[in-house]
């Protein structure tokens, strides 16, 4: 939010200083990130007119003008291509020195006396504009001191507003807080009716349920379309970080700096039918102020006549029935359009608005009716005109009412750790514009409806918190009994996992759980992926479904930057839909790993990372939970046929853990073998608790033992007959020591 200081003042009187003033907005939690001084140094610098233009006998481009001053005439050279004789502009004087530094001397240009020099908006420091001089108006008094007719010096402050804070994104918003927090009140906003001289009106019809409630329109006809905006809107704009347009724009404009309700302005001639407000259908096209054509979906709210779309509603107007120079009835409109229906729509076709911007946010439902007689004013001021009545369309049991929230004394007291006296209390309540009554134990209140983020009672804490002051809540030791939790022993707690994988030289590496769908396409694991309605980007528009995908992606960012030995891990979530019901979120480790199986050294020999490093990585894990890996063979689509399997536990399938697919490393563009493993982390982590058992009675016996297999016979079909006590697979032979058996 962009606003000059002077317009803030004008809402609320304050004597704080422009440092004070934005010290104290930050510190009530609206950060002035910036606070932009404009027009500061200006002594010297009057309003003059230009009397008469002659061409510079030495240059083509210089024109040697006669300048009144108010205090007589003065030669002045110019190279403006705007200077002609009746102009108002800026005339620095004999010894004055503007903002840049640039000290003004009579001077000889070309051989010619120039008495002073004729000032652009960039040569002022009031505006970046430097294409000629700064056009005054045509009643702008000479001789007066221009600080003093453009209201210089002043400031632009820029707030850095968090999103719960809509109200804020208005002048008047800004001026209650600022109210609350220097202990003043915002002055009256007087909007008086307009006087009803024309019948004028345009039919509306609301056909959107609950997502526009509340439309307001007003026909004003018979403005005269010569009228120009005047120069104090236009400097308020122009100062608030917006270029001015034309009148009835800039009155738009200026309505929702001032109040913060959008409005729009149709030309009433291009109107021809009753305005309804309802979805877009499937395909349905407008085109757009930008002269951008938008195809629409259901998801869109449209602001039609007679069948016709011709607004984006709570987004941009439409390019047919735009306001031009030559409107002499317009039809001002203010809706109110609730965020759920506008968050995310602008973003969806490319752009971004200053509507959109506070739609999504939340806007006060009560505002439309007093955003348009506020524009109805300005417009007869500006461009004259017979204003028709108001035509109001509502839905009420759509209407949301702020509801009534109880203040506690003491919950107020125990959150801050500090007595806040009763009248403070009700002094910043009511100085934020909400009502407030005593009752016994505190206080019961209801907030404004631009408040949208007073809800509960902590929210009402928080208020009195940040106006009176974080730095005068003090700092205090915690009192109480902490009771201290044991670690449980059935689990293996994650940082020795992760202790696991460091002393490995595995690096954790933090991946977004976003996505693209391509990605996983590519791995083919898009199967149950969680889309997102409203993602940041493109490219993160899935939730992800396994961490090898973003652990592979860093690998291959490290291999591009000459790393060629790489080993990650990480610790996270993945998401799964399951059957249509809410998304179900499992705990993973993950991990992988190219290049040589060791670092550089000179002893040893070299080879590169296989399977079997990542398997003894896998049962490493497990071991330390006092478990036993099986794995068995596995045809995963981005696994390599041979050489992956899956991680099995106490008969449970937890993972798995294998070389990438050649063809996906290929299209991953990875020029080395990429092994890795991926296990879900609850059954890994499990473990039983240590139990003593009694000891032998009998020595241990060794035997070496040499078995004939079929060479397809894999390990683990014939390990568990290994392992079982040698009482059990030998009693044919008499041996019944009960020892195991070590193959």
Same mark, same amino acid.
């Given at each position: 939010?962009?606003?000059?200081?002077?317009w803030?003042?004008?809402?609320?009187?304050?004597?704080?200083?422009?440092?004070?003033?934005?010290?104290r907005?930050?510190a009530?939690g609206?950060?002035?990130?910036?606070?932009q001084?404009?027009?500061e140094?200006?002594?010297?610098?009057?309003?003059?007119e230009?009397l008469?233009?002659?061409?510079?006998?030495?240059?083509d481009r210089?024109q040697?003008c006669?300048?009144?001053?108010?205090?007589?005439?003065?030669?002045?050279?110019?190279g403006?291509?705007?200077a002609?004789?009746g102009l108002k502009?800026?005339?620095?004087?004999?010894g004055?020195?503007?903002?840049g530094?640039i000290n003004?001397?009579?001077?000889?240009?070309?051989?010619?006396?120039s008495?002073g020099?004729?000032?652009?908006?960039k040569?002022?420091g009031?505006?970046?504009?430097?294409?000629?001089?700064?056009?005054?108006p045509?009643?702008?008094?000479?001789?007066a001191?221009?600080?003093?007719?453009?209201?210089?010096?002043?400031?632009?402050?820029?707030?850095?507003?968090?999103p719960?804070?809509a109200?804020?994104?208005?002048v008047?918003?800004?001026a209650?807080?600022v109210?609350a927090?220097?202990?003043?009140?915002?002055n009256a906003?007087?909007?008086?009716?307009?006087?009803?001289?024309?019948h004028?009106?345009?039919?509306?019809?609301?056909?959107?349920?609950?997502?526009?409630?509340?439309?307001c329109?007003?026909v004003v006809?018979?403005?005269?379309?010569g009228a120009?905006t005047?120069l104090?809107m236009?400097?308020?704009?122009k100062?608030?970080?917006?270029?001015?347009?034309s009148?009835?724009?800039?009155?738009?404009n200026?309505?929702m700096?001032?109040?913060?309700?959008?409005?729009?302005?149709?030309?009433a001639?291009?109107?021809t039918?009753?305005?309804?407000v309802?979805?877009?259908?499937?395909?349905?096209?407008?085109k757009?102020?930008?002269?951008?054509?938008?195809?629409?979906?259901?998801?869109?709210?449209l602001?039609?006549?007679?069948?016709?779309?011709?607004?984006?509603g709570?987004?941009m107007?439409?390019w047919?029935?735009?306001?031009?120079?030559?409107?002499?009835?317009?039809f001002f409109?203010a809706?109110?359009?609730?965020?759920s229906a506008?968050?995310?729509?602008?973003?969806?076709?490319?752009?971004?608005?200053?509507?959109?911007h506070?739609?999504?946010r939340?806007?006060?439902?009560e505002?439309p009716r007093?955003?348009?007689?506020?524009a109805t004013?300005?417009a007869?001021?500006?461009?004259?005109?017979?204003?028709?009545?108001i035509t109001?369309?509502?839905l009420p049991?759509?209407?949301a009412?702020?509801?009534?929230v109880?203040?506690?004394?003491?919950?107020?007291?125990?959150?801050?750790?500090l007595?806040?006296a009763?009248?403070?209390?009700?002094r &910043?309540?009511?100085?934020?514009?909400?009502?407030?009554?005593a009752?016994p134990g505190g206080?019961?209140v209801i907030p404004p409806?631009?408040?949208?983020?007073?809800?509960i009672e902590?929210?009402?804490?928080?208020?009195?918190?940040r106006?009176?002051?974080?730095d005068?809540?003090?700092?205090?030791?915690p009192?109480?009994q902490v009771?201290?939790?044991?670690?449980?022993?059935?689990k293996?707690?994650?940082r020795?996992?992760?202790r696991?994988?460091?002393?490995?030289d595995?690096?954790?590496a933090?991946?977004?759980?976003?996505?693209d769908?391509?990605?996983?396409a590519t791995?083919h694991?898009e199967a149950g992926?969680?889309?997102?309605?409203?993602?940041?980007s493109?490219?993160l528009?899935v939730?992800?479904?396994?961490?090898?995908p973003?652990l592979?992606?860093?690998l291959a960012?490290?291999?591009?930057?000459q790393?060629?030995?790489?080993?990650?891990?990480?610790?996270?979530?993945?998401?799964?839909l399951?059957?249509?019901?809410?998304?179900?979120?499992?705990?993973?480790?993950a991990?992988?790993?190219?290049?040589?199986?060791?670092?550089?050294?000179?002893?040893?020999e070299?080879?590169?990372?296989?399977?079997?490093?990542l398997k003894?990585e896998?049962?490493g894990?497990l071991?330390l939970?006092?478990?036993?890996?099986e794995?068995?063979?596995d045809?995963?689509?981005?696994?390599?046929?041979?050489r992956?399997?899956?991680v099995?536990?106490?008969g449970r399938?937890?993972g798995w853990?294998?070389?990438?697919?050649?063809?996906?490393?290929r299209?991953?563009?990875?020029?080395?073998?990429?092994v890795?493993?991926?296990l879900?982390l609850e059954p890994?982590?499990?473990?039983?608790?240590?139990r003593?058992?009694?000891l032998?009675?009998f020595?241990?016996?060794?035997?070496? &033992?040499a078995?004939?297999v079929?060479?397809?016979t894999?390990?683990?079909?014939?390990?568990?007959a290994c392992r079982?006590?040698?009482?059990?697979?030998?009693?044919?032979?008499?041996?019944s020591?009960?020892t195991?058996?070590?193959?």
């Amino acid at each position: 939010m962009k606003f000059p200081e002077s317009w803030l003042r004008e809402h609320v009187t304050v004597s704080a200083t422009r440092d004070e003033l934005s010290a104290r907005l930050t510190a009530i939690g609206l950060e002035v990130e910036d606070a932009q001084v404009i027009g500061e140094g200006l002594d010297g610098v009057v309003v003059a007119e230009i009397l008469s233009c002659e061409k510079h006998p030495e240059a083509d481009r210089l024109q040697v003008c006669q300048v009144a001053t108010g205090a007589g005439t003065v030669q002045i050279v110019c190279g403006a291509p705007n200077a002609r004789p009746g102009l108002k502009a800026p005339l620095a004087t004999v010894g004055a020195t503007l903002p840049g530094g640039i000290n003004i001397k009579a001077a000889k240009l070309r051989g010619v006396d120039s008495q002073g020099m004729l000032c652009s908006a960039k040569e002022l420091g009031v505006d970046p504009d430097a294409s000629g001089l700064l056009e005054l108006p045509a009643d702008a008094p000479v001789g007066a001191k221009l600080a003093d007719f453009l209201g210089l010096p002043d400031a632009s402050f820029e707030l850095k507003l968090t999103p719960n804070r809509a109200d804020c994104f208005s002048v008047r918003g800004v001026a209650f807080d600022v109210a609350a927090a220097l202990g003043t009140q915002v002055n009256a906003l007087q909007i008086p009716e307009a006087i009803v001289s024309s019948h004028a009106s345009v039919a509306v019809q609301l056909d959107a349920g609950a997502d526009c409630p509340r439309f307001c329109g007003r026909v004003v006809e018979g403005m005269d379309p010569g009228a120009r905006t005047p120069l104090w809107m236009s400097e308020r704009l122009k100062r608030a970080g917006l270029r001015p347009i034309s009148p009835l724009v800039d009155i738009t404009n200026y309505v929702m700096l001032e109040l913060g309700q959008p409005l729009h302005a149709f030309d009433a001639d291009k109107l021809t039918g009753p305005i309804v407000v309802r979805h877009a259908h499937a395909g349905e096209t407008l085109k757009l102020l930008d002269e951008r054509e938008v195809v629409l979906d259901p998801g869109f709210l449209l602001v039609t006549d007679a069948g016709r779309a011709v607004a984006l509603g709570g987004v941009m107007g439409g390019w047919d029935t735009r306001v031009t120079d030559s409107t002499t009835r317009v039809f001002f409109e203010a809706a109110h359009w609730i965020p759920s229906a506008i968050i995310g729509r602008a973003r969806k076709l490319g752009m971004h608005t200053d509507a959109g911007h506070r739609f999504e946010r939340g806007v006060d439902p009560e505002l439309p009716r007093y955003a348009v007689e506020r524009a109805t004013a300005l417009a007869l001021q500006i461009m004259g005109g017979r204003a028709g009545p108001i035509t109001e369309t509502t839905l009420p049991e759509h209407l949301a009412r702020p509801a009534t929230v109880t203040l506690r004394r003491e919950r107020l007291a125990r959150v801050l750790g500090l007595t806040v006296a009763d009248a403070e209390v009700e002094r &910043i309540l009511r100085a934020l514009g909400m009502q407030v009554a005593a009752m016994p134990g505190g206080w019961s209140v209801i907030p404004p409806t631009r408040r949208f983020d007073i809800a509960i009672e902590e929210d009402l804490i928080e208020e009195v918190a940040r106006i009176h002051g974080y730095d005068a809540i003090p700092t205090t030791t915690p009192t109480g009994q902490v009771r201290l939790v044991a670690p449980s022993e059935t689990k293996v707690e994650e940082r020795v996992l992760r202790r696991q994988l460091t002393g490995h030289d595995f690096l954790e590496a933090i991946n977004y759980a976003f996505v693209d769908a391509g990605t996983l396409a590519t791995w083919h694991l898009e199967a149950g992926a969680v889309a997102l309605a409203n993602p940041l980007s493109a490219d993160l528009g899935v939730m992800r479904t396994a961490l090898l995908p973003g652990l592979v992606d860093a690998l291959a960012r490290n291999r591009a930057r000459q790393q060629s030995r790489v080993r990650l891990f990480e610790l996270g979530k993945v998401f799964h839909l399951a059957d249509g019901t809410a998304p179900r979120e499992t705990r993973r480790i993950a991990a992988v790993a190219t290049g040589p199986q060791a670092a550089e050294q000179w002893a040893g020999e070299d080879r590169d990372v296989d399977f079997y490093d990542l398997k003894a990585e896998v049962e490493g894990l497990l071991a330390l939970a006092g478990a036993r890996a099986e794995f068995r063979p596995d045809d995963r689509a981005f696994g390599h046929p041979g050489r992956s399997a899956s991680v099995w536990r106490d008969g449970r399938e937890i993972g798995w853990v294998g070389h990438l697919h050649p063809g996906l490393a290929r299209r991953l563009d990875l020029d080395g073998e990429v092994v890795g493993f991926e296990l879900d982390l609850e059954p890994l982590a499990e473990r039983a608790v240590p139990r003593a058992g009694e000891l032998s009675r009998f020595p241990s016996v060794r035997r070496d &033992i040499a078995l004939v297999v079929p060479e397809s016979t894999p390990w683990a079909a014939w390990k568990p007959a290994c392992r079982r006590p040698w009482g059990r697979c030998c009693a044919r032979s008499g041996c019944s020591t009960g020892t195991s058996a070590r193959a």
